[in-house]
């Protein structure tokens, strides 16, 4: 089981990123994704996850109307589109794959990716 993050990057506040989390050795379709980030002496936090079926999608507060999560189950890829970032934004940036969303949710999913940095200058 592989996911591998990419997209991060350096980018002044109120500009945009679209992150990726390609997956493969597994059923792609099978599980959630979730995207995850931890900021230096922070812990990882939750902040988008979207259902197996494509059906459900939740969002952290702090990204909610800002952050998009979508994905291609024929790309086997998760996708995650920032816009108005900001500098409190910046974070490595993980996803996550589970056979659920509760799992996730309590951070205990099948797998994790290695991240991608993400850098919102003022």
């Known amino acids: 089981v592989q996911l591998v993050e990419s997209g991060g990057g350096l980018v002044q506040a109120g500009g945009s990123l679209r992150l990726s989390c390609a997956a493969s050795?597994?059923?792609?379709?099978?599980?959630?994704i979730g995207w995850f980030r931890q900021a230096p002496g922070k812990e990882r936090e939750g902040i988008s996850y979207?259902?197996?079926?494509?059906?459900?999608?939740d969002y952290a507060d702090s990204v909610k109307g800002r952050f998009t999560i979508s994905r291609d189950n024929a790309k086997n890829t998760v996708y995650l589109q920032m816009h108005s970032l900001r500098p409190e934004d910046s974070a490595v940036y993980y996803c996550?794959?589970?056979?659920?969303?509760?799992?996730?949710?309590?951070?205990?999913?099948?797998?994790w990716g290695r991240g991608t940095q993400v850098t919102v200058s003022s």
């Open positions: 050795g597994f059923t792609f379709d099978d599980y959630a």
């Open positions: 996550a794959a589970a056979r659920s969303l509760y799992r996730l949710r309590i951070k205990r999913p099948s797998s």
């Open positions: 979207i259902s197996i079926a494509d059906t459900s999608t």
